[in-house]
């Protein structure tokens, strides 16, 4: 079978690098581009210094873009779907890392991203990137959104309980705690060291932007509260979701473990974790570096019912790169974990 | 072929060794619980009294 | 007026050390013994470094403690309610920073502590050691007991609301991070670095005693749900509560800041944080290391109406060390910031 030909546009951020690293790594992959206006001509291993003696490619222009089977795009919010009409010439599959295309409702994504969409068009041309929801559409799908790396955990870890009805609409609670790495490659005085460093910082305790992606997966009502908060602590990669969820009747620990077997019971790169020894019982973030797993744990408050859903991820692998790669993998009838087969390091 | 037992704290399949004895104490692969075997005939599992070790946060 | 002679039982510790830090830099207080049976005879520094050329102070065993003005109780919980008797003996004054005396509800200790209070009939002797709820019975009290630091915290972020009459009953959700200091010195598997550092840990997801304190003073009803959860996160020092609250009625920020502003407005160590520029826009811990601060600040969610209340502290000081030094303050008419000035550092 011959290689997927591959490019990547706008490859010189952390997320290109990412999907840089699992493609260079995956056997069914050739990596043709690696386009950055800003780097064009140097080579990649200049942003991206774990690639040292693994490739010497080098960065090029967009304007220089040939055609090849499939092509990611991690341009900024915005650019890409702006440019989609000519970059969509260039490869018969498109998988996009941004977040034009992951809202179908357009209202919703001017309210989230602060204007009209720019090719409103195109929006029925993409399918949500999260396998474990779309495995078929993503089968057969041209192209491809992938999904917000805190919107992927807390989807993952709130959608069996909604797909099973056992959910009070308009009282979950969403407490998601994000590492740096989520800000991106661009450096601003809030991402500074001094200041960065050794933070819990509520960077938006409301108001963030992938409450929408949720409210789409999840199927809520439009008039339906999603309460949902991000702080930003001390670590560069990974996020835990912390998920209050007030359940419609009251459930057993068994109840959740059934819900949640008969879900993820056979997926690939979903663990459930909780156990009652050893020292990370829960889903631990940490664990999940450069993995494409989302580890999902649970606990139920004995005294008031409370079902609190915990969902760990690494925010560059299952929230951005690898999840981009297992789409590519499933659009391509390839194993699916193909080149994600990385299980992560102890003690890190 | 008596039905394979499944842990009561997690419903996973528990797999016993053949050897297995009554009171015997085995662990859930699933959700690492402590199993004890209360019998075998009909076969039950019960979740094995765990000394809680404190977090101390 | 003569040096207020104070004592620290058990101050081989973190609150121990942190309660020697501070009293040493206190202008009108002598330290007259610091009791540790392990490292009895040994100089107080090599416990705690950071005190190395301010005091050549040894610990001396409990055995040998001498009559002074307060003892500050630094055991460990239960300990200290079954050694009260003979301690009380030493000193008029006694401020314990256990929890055996902070909570009313013998049943409610018993819930929380695992099991029956050692000394019930002493209850009612003791202040709970938060002087902005209690200043007057502070001022008049023999015993207090200083408040838990994820209470501290939490109590003074959602007291104004609860007090207001604001807030429906049965819906807050308190979600705090914590850090390893809280833990205190004693080492394990779980606080072992190459398994702590980098973690985001659910270590209390549900069932964190600290709750039964915010029980009591916010005064929930005994019946009423209080959603309480603690993740640990890769920091030594400081915690954030990020509480979500539903209100009774729409509320606006300008509400928020006059209900705040009422409450907290001449406290000496409580300041609202809420602004919409520079780095740090909400409260956040790392400023305040070493100091006895507690940051306020909130936000609404313009959508759902929800108000998210955080509170920040640094966990030995304001919530442990420092806290008691005010409550000494108070019970001894000196200057309530008298030896609590320090303001904090950044970058840090």
Known sequence: MDRIRTAIVGASGYTGGELLRILLGHPSVEVTQATSERLAGKPVILAHPNLRGRTDLRFTSLSSLAPCD????????????????????????????????????????????????????????????????????????????????????????????????????????????????????????????????????????????HQAELRQELGLAADEPLHFSATAVD????????????PSRPLQEIDLWKTY???????????????????????????????????????????????????????????????????????????????????????? | MSTVPVCPVCDAEVHLQGTTIVSELVVCDSCSCMLEVRSLDPLQLAEAPQEQEDWGE
Chains 1, 3 share one sequence.
């Open chain 1, 70 to 209: 499939v092509l990611f795009l991690c341009l900024p919010h915005g650019t890409t779907a702006r440019q989609f009409d000519t970059l969509a010439q260039q490869a018969p599959r498109i998988i996009d890392l941004s977040a034009d295309f992951r809202l179908k409702d357009t209202v919703a994504y001017e309210k989230w991203y602060g204007g009209p969409h720019p090719a409103p068009g195109r929006l029925g041309e993409f399918v949500y990137g999260i396998p474990e929801l779309h495995r078929e559409e993503i089968r057969r799908a041209r192209y491809v959104a992938t999904a917000g790396c805190n919107a992927t955990a807390s989807i993952l870890g709130l959608r069996p309980l909604y797909a099973a009805g056992l959910v009070q609409p308009g009282r979950t609670v969403v407490d998601v705690k994000v590492s740096s790495s989520e800000g991106g490659g661009v450096p601003s005085t809030a991402s500074h060291h001094p200041e960065r460093a050794g933070v819990i910082r509520s960077y938006k305790p409301t108001g963030h932007r």
């Open chain 1, 235 to 246: 670590i560069v990669r990974g996020l835990l979701v912390t998920a209050h969820v007030f």
């Open chain 1, 261 to 348: 077997r008969a879900a993820y019971g056979t997926e690939p790169f979903i663990r459930l974790v909780k156990t009652k020894d050893g020292v990370h019982r829960y889903p631990e973030p940490k664990l999940l570096w450069g993995t494409n797993y989302c580890d999902i744990g649970f606990d139920i408050d004995r005294d008031t019912g409370r079902v609190v859903v915990l969902a760990a991820i690494d925010n560059l692998v299952k929230g951005s790169g690898g999840q981009a790669v297992q789409c590519m993998n499933l659009m391509h009838g390839v194993p699916e974990t193909a080149g994600l087969e990385f299980t992560g390091l102890h003690p890190v």
